[in-house]
């Protein structure tokens, strides 16, 4: 929880799910939200989100609506927002990106506006907006420099005032504290902890949605690591 303690909460879509109406949440991302490390869209994190949710919100109609295409920048991602998102008239996007931009070398500044111009259209139709920054790999890092576009993320989210899931530092912290081993080389053994971080992330992110909605089955923290 100290992941998110300080982000703004998600007020429309946590009383939507609170009183049983419909919710549909649309996802955004490449390939580790479309869940390609664990072999199938139904093991990615948006699957298990919705599970998660369904699960302690029974007389809610969630739908969790996974629009992600591998590799795709957040500018081609803003080219489809009116095609592919605001029709599904959804109540929250949660938009992860950074990562193509990174690996290219990217623009930051351009990359900023991209994003903003992003949320200002989202939130021009309605609906609440997650950012989630990139993933954790000590392998990546050693490679790729990640650390302008995290902060461009970051400012995006305060003068939005918009919540960001940092995904990022959660990873970093289950794999400093051992819950997960990102060094594994296996095939298998690849395939089964991106099963299990997905499935993590899932119920992370479920939690950081409905943070604020009394809960009798409340869900554990990221950092406990159940």
Same mark, same amino acid.
């Given at each position: 929880?100290?992941?998110?303690?300080?982000?703004?909460?998600?007020?429309k879509t946590a009383k939507a799910l609170a009183t049983g109406r419909e919710v549909v949440i649309a996802t955004l991302g490449g390939s580790?939200? %479309?869940?390609?490390? +664990?072999?199938?869209? +139904? %093991?990615?994190?948006?699957?298990?989100?919705?599970?998660? %949710?369904?699960?302690?919100?029974?007389?809610?109609? *969630?739908?969790?609506? $996974?629009?992600?295409?591998?590799?795709?920048?957040?500018?081609?991602?803003?080219?489809?927002? /009116?095609?592919?998102?605001?029709?599904?008239?959804? $109540?929250?996007?949660?938009?992860?990106?950074?990562?193509?931009?990174?690996?290219?070398?990217?623009?930051?500044? +351009?990359?900023?506006?991209?994003? @903003?111009?992003?949320?200002?259209?989202?939130?021009?139709? !309605? &609906?609440?907006?997650? %950012?989630?920054?990139?993933?954790?790999?000590?392998?990546?890092?050693?490679?790729?420099?990640?650390?302008? #576009?995290l902060i461009a993320m970051r400012q995006v989210a305060d003068a939005n005032e918009i919540p960001l899931f940092r995904r990022r530092g959660?990873?970093? #912290?289950?794999?400093?504290? !051992?819950?997960?081993?990102?060094?594994?080389?296996?095939? =298998?053994?690849?395939?089964?902890?991106? &099963? =299990?971080? #997905?499935?993590?992330? !899932? @119920?992370?992110? +479920?939690?950081?949605?409905?943070?604020? *909605?009394? /809960?009798? $089955?409340?869900?554990?923290?990221?950092?406990?690591?159940?």
């Open positions: 929880e100290r992941f998110y303690e300080f982000e703004p909460p998600l007020t580790s939200t %479309l869940g390609l490390a +664990a072999g199938a869209t +139904a %093991l990615a994190w948006p699957a298990r989100l919705g599970s998660v %949710l369904t699960d302690r919100f029974p007389s809610a109609r *969630i739908k969790v609506v $996974n629009r992600a295409i591998a590799r795709q920048t957040a500018k081609q991602v803003l080219e489809r927002l /009116d095609r592919d998102i605001l029709p599904l008239k959804p $109540n929250l996007v949660i938009w992860e990106t950074g990562t193509m931009e990174a690996v290219r070398g990217s623009d930051v500044d +351009a990359f900023r506006e991209t994003v @903003r111009t992003g949320i200002d259209e989202l939130r021009a139709a !309605g &609906v609440e907006v997650v %950012l989630m920054n990139m993933q954790f790999s000590r392998e990546t890092d050693a490679m790729i420099h990640f650390e302008p #576009y959660i990873m970093r #912290y289950w794999a400093e504290s !051992g819950f997960v081993d990102l060094r594994v080389k296996e095939d =298998k053994k690849r395939r089964e902890l991106a &099963v =299990k971080l #997905y499935d993590c992330i !899932g @119920r992370a992110m +479920a939690h950081f949605v409905t943070r604020g *909605i009394p /809960d009798s $089955n409340s869900e554990p923290n990221p950092g406990s690591g159940r």
